[in-house]
């Protein structure tokens, strides 16, 4: 039996508002996810990695 | 399709034509985005017995576009003028060079279509021309006119591209925003109006195999304007009535201290003067024609700084 995924998070700090569009797939429509500037969140390893060397974040 | 929803970005391209992959788009300050790719077809010239068209040939591409902004200090009108001056920014500074790589830039309008959004993307985009307008009362208009490599289109976002808002978002700047620091020597002129024309005079190039450029040339760089003051003293006509050279334009623009904008052009000709005439109501005012020349002091024509005090 293959072990259970494990979604790694990493915790940021939003330095600049922005926001992106995630396909929801299937022809639906694209969701606009928003971030201000100043929010603590988690986000996968993958976002946090890149929002930081956009220097959009930073690890909180 | 509401053009209110309308979204306009633009990212700095590391290799020139390509959009740079998980790309942080920065948001423009837009009025909006004119121009039309060209993508002429004309009817062959083949004689024919039936004298009708059967067939057309293709010709060749071109991408124009024009962005309309006000004068805003914001990281996606740097992208802009970087492209415009051919250079990237140094220390805050920008003056003229013929450096592409880093200074082209992806467009990208996004329509807001409901289910499914359309987008357009402008790659390879480099800065053909400016004219920047500033009339006492109105925010100063800056008109970005561009040339690019070719357009994609699309229905979704670039993968992990994200889209920063605008920053510093201070209003746009009003000729009350703007200190006078020197003009071509006149004492406390009272500016009325200024009107700029920045040009690199870009040429598409093309070659065999496709109908899009391969590359766009640096042209000759063009800075010239004119400048309209209240006829306040003789001198402020008779002085230009002969060509005077080596006259320093420098104004600041804008309301928030370390966020201004500083345009230099330290070695001018200041030529062709007039004095307007309104009628019975009105006042004069001399309009002065100018062309920025090379700065040895600067090593550019003009010098544009940021982030100024």
Same mark, same amino acid.
């Given at each position: 039996m293959a072990a259970p995924e494990i979604d790694m998070e990493t915790t940021i700090l939003i330095l600049q508002t922005f926001h992106r569009f995630v396909s929801e797939g299937d022809g639906r429509p694209e969701r606009k996810e928003r971030y201000a500037q100043g929010q603590t969140i988690k986000v996968s390893d993958e976002d946090a990695a890149d929002w930081i060397a956009k220097g959009l974040a930073r690890e909180a | 399709m509401d053009s209110a929803n309308k979204q306009t970005a633009v990212i700095a391209e590391v290799t020139v034509g390509t959009t740079p992959a998980t790309p942080a788009f920065l948001l423009a300050r837009d009025i909006r985005v004119s121009g039309a790719p060209q993508r002429p077809n004309t009817r062959s010239p083949e004689r024919r017995p039936d004298r009708q068209a059967a067939s057309m040939v293709q010709g060749v591409a071109t991408y124009p576009k024009q962005i309309e902004m006000p004068w805003v200090r914001d990281a996606a009108s740097d992208v802009l003028w970087a492209s415009l001056f051919g250079s990237p920014w140094v220390s805050n500074v920008l003056k003229v060079g013929s450096v592409r790589t880093g200074t082209t830039f992806t467009l990208e309008e996004k329509y807001e279509g409901g289910a499914t959004d359309p987008y357009r993307r402008l790659t390879g985009c480099m800065v053909d021309n400016v004219s920047i307008n500033f009339q006492n009362g109105n925010p100063g208009q800056i008109n970005f006119s561009l040339l690019a490599l070719g357009e994609t289109t699309a229905t979704t976002a670039i993968a992990s591209s994200t889209y920063a808002a605008?920053?510093?978002?201070y209003d746009p700047s009003t000729p009350?925003?703007? /200190? /006078?620091? !020197?003009?071509?020597?006149?004492?406390s002129p009272k500016v009325r109006s200024l009107q700029m024309q920045i040009s690199n005079n870009l040429q598409q190039q093309y070659a065999f195999? !496709?109908?899009?450029?391969?590359a766009i040339g640096l042209g000759e760089f063009n800075v010239q304007g004119v400048v309209e003051v209240y006829f306040n003293a003789l001198a402020d006509y008779s002085a230009f009535v002969v060509k005077q050279t080596g006259q320093t334009f420098d104004i600041t623009i804008g309301a928030t201290m370390n966020f201004k904008d500083r345009l230099v052009l330290g070695n001018c000709d200041v030529f062709n003067p007039n004095v307007d005439d309104p009628g019975q109501t009105g006042v004069h005012a001399v309009t002065l024609n100018f062309l920025g020349k090379y700065y040895a002091t600067d090593a550019s024509a003009m010098k544009l700084t940021r982030n100024a005090p």
């Open positions: - | 605008p920053t510093p978002a009350a925003d703007i /200190v /006078v620091n !020197s003009l071509f020597g006149l004492a195999g !496709s109908a899009d450029p391969f």
